[in-house]
């Protein structure tokens, strides 16, 4: 299809924060835009809307469930400072997950008026390349939408990784996109990982009475100030936090009572042990980046193909 042709001026690929942001400053300056958007379901069948990591399985969530932490230390200090606090003071799981998710869902709301109000056209289909100027989707009453774009930019973002070579990884395990839309407690909970993202989520269910442990292979926060990193895992193990340090897992197993057995090596001695869990949260880095599927050829000179 020629210039002048096509559908839009831009498609955006990719509903996170930098496509959004991307086709909203373009419909300001006049040109015609469309998002295409679609969250593949994680292992664990958990599934979000318009927005992005930050808003439905990062920053947005996570700060929120650290506030429902902090204000549970309040509470635990409140009697310092004359507050006649009625022991012992319970967390409720269910209710603050309703919260957190109910004020996702204001959010993915708010991001599709937006598109609106700017007349970005929004499609919640899963997109793949036909050539440099075309990508072609298949809407949920299964008919197929081709949609032709002078420039199409791919902000597409990432997803945590499974480490899959471990037995029961993928079955059992959960990761970030599944922690903030858990219905009920994760309970006792494994976070493997020692980047920051297993940081923060054992830091806040610790912070709100969970029994948390995290695996450590090596090193905490690699690529960080090391330093910086060991303060924060002093400040850690000092709330309550448990850690296995120099440990790898090498198999999760569904124990009869639901229990997950976690078997691991602790590398130094060569040793085998194993514990029992509610929750094993994967948390290892790198995250995987989503590039789209080019169903013919090379879609375009600039793809990145990861």
Excluded at 90 to 119: P, T
Aim: net charge positive; glycine share 12%; with cysteine.
């Amino acid at each position: 299809m020629e210039a002048g042709q096509r559908d839009y001026d831009l498609l955006v690929v990719g509903g996170g924060s930098g496509g959004l942001a991307c086709a909203k400053e373009a419909a300001q300056l006049g040109r015609k835009v469309a998002v295409v958007d679609y969250v593949e379901p994680s292992p664990q069948g958990t599934r979000w809307g318009l927005g992005g990591t930050c808003v439905n399985v990062g920053c947005i969530p996570k700060k929120l469930m650290h506030q429902a932490a902090l204000l549970g230390g309040l509470i635990q200090d409140a009697p310092h400072y004359g507050w006649e606090v009625a022991q012992p003071v319970l967390h409720d799981w269910r209710k603050m997950a309703e919260a957190v998710q109910n004020h996702v869902k204001s959010l993915n709301w708010g991001h599709r008026v937006q598109l609106q109000d700017r007349k970005v056209k929004y499609f919640n289909i899963k997109a793949s390349f036909v050539d440099e100027h075309t990508v072609c989707g298949v809407a949920k009453g299964g008919k197929e939408i081709l949609l032709s774009a002078d420039h199409i930019i791919i902000a597409t973002g990432g997803r945590p990784r499974y480490p899959t070579h471990i037995e029961g990884a993928l079955e059992y395990g959960i990761t970030s996109d599944d922690i903030f839309w858990l219905k009920e407690s994760p309970g006792k909970t494994l976070v493997v990982g020692a980047s920051y993202v297993a940081l923060e989520c054992a830091g806040f269910l610790t912070g709100i009475g969970l029994d948390t442990t995290i695996m450590m292979r090596s090193i905490p926060l690699r690529g960080f100030d090391q330093q910086m990193s060991s303060l924060v895992i002093e400040h850690m193990a000092s709330h309550g936090t448990r850690f296995l340090r120099g440990c790898a897992p090498s198999r999760v197993r569904r124990l009869p009572d639901g229990q997950l057995q976690v078997t691991w090596e602790d590398r130094a001695t060569g040793k085998e042990d194993m514990g029992t869990f509610d929750t094993v949260l994967w948390a290892i880095a790198p995250r995987i980046s989503v590039c789209l599927p080019t169903t013919v050829g090379r879609a375009g000179k600039n793809q990145r193909r990861d």
